[in-house]
């Protein structure tokens, strides 16, 4: 934003410049990739639309859930006899520590 410029002022500039804004009332964020997701809690969302071109401004207070690997899934399964479900719910308890959560499962077997 630019420096001692009302709110106003800024709003209008941005319509002559054929730049739209507009908040999105939202409860989460979520941005998944390949390692795990971004959560964006309490986020601010504006919606900006510039020559047919909509992008996303996000703030708020981020956390980072690791993902659940798959071959690591696999491989707790494979070894307990537990479904996926199961498999995901232990890899959860255990912060992701694959030998955590085989044993995890198998002490629940008694």
Do not use: H, W
């Not at 639309?49 to 491989?75: H, P, R």
């Amino acid at each position: 934003m630019m420096p001692n410029m009302d709110p106003r002022q800024m709003e209008k500039l941005m319509k002559q410049m054929g730049i739209q804004s507009k908040q999105i009332n939202s409860k989460r964020v979520v941005i998944e990739t390949e390692d795990g997701n971004f959560i964006v809690s309490s986020p601010q969302v504006t919606e900006v639309t510039m020559q047919g071109q909509k992008s996303y401004q996000i703030a708020g207070s981020v956390s980072f859930e690791e993902g659940v690997k798959e071959d690591d899934l696999t491989l707790i399964m494979e070894k307990t006899g537990c479904n996926k479900e199961k498999a995901v719910d232990a890899l959860k308890r255990s912060n992701n520590d694959i030998a955590e959560a085989i044993m995890l499962l198998e002490s629940e077997k008694q």
